[in-house]
């Protein structure tokens, strides 16, 4: 079983800036992702890491805003969030799974969660 512990939620304001921690309890060659639920809205897919880095993949809603990055070394993977907006209100998920995918059925394991919250 892995753990995923996700840190760094909070409130800011619109055009405000956030980063995102997950920090996995096994190391390993998986692919990691973030999706997002927002109230009353199916989870979305948010970005993946492939294992090594080489490959990382964007929602069109946050292409160019966002970016997903990993280090192996402390086993995390790093969402940091630019220009923020009223609708990246949501809460954030971060997935482990054997590659990465725009999918969440991909992943085998989840974290918690944390809140994400955009206010005008």
């Known amino acids: 079983q892995v753990q995923l512990v996700e840190s760094g939620g909070g409130l800011v304001q619109a055009g405000d800036s956030l980063r995102l921690s997950c920090e996995a309890s096994?190391?390993?060659?998986?692919?990691m992702g973030w999706f997002r639920q927002a109230p009353g809205k199916e989870r979305e897919f948010v970005a993946a890491?492939?294992?090594?880095?080489?490959?990382?993949y964007y929602a069109n809603s946050v292409k160019g805003r966002f970016a997903i990055s990993r280090d192996n070394t402390r086993n995390t993977v790093v969402l940091q969030m630019n220009s923020l907006q009223l609708e990246d209100t949501a809460v954030y998920y971060c997935?482990?799974?054997?590659?990465?995918?725009?999918?969440?059925?991909?992943?085998?394991?989840w974290g918690q969660g944390t809140q994400v919250t955009v206010s005008s």
């Open positions: 997935a482990l799974g054997r590659r990465s995918s725009f999918h969440g059925d991909s992943y085998d394991f």
């Open positions: 096994a190391r390993g060659f998986y692919a």
């Open positions: 890491i492939s294992w090594n880095g080489g490959g990382t």
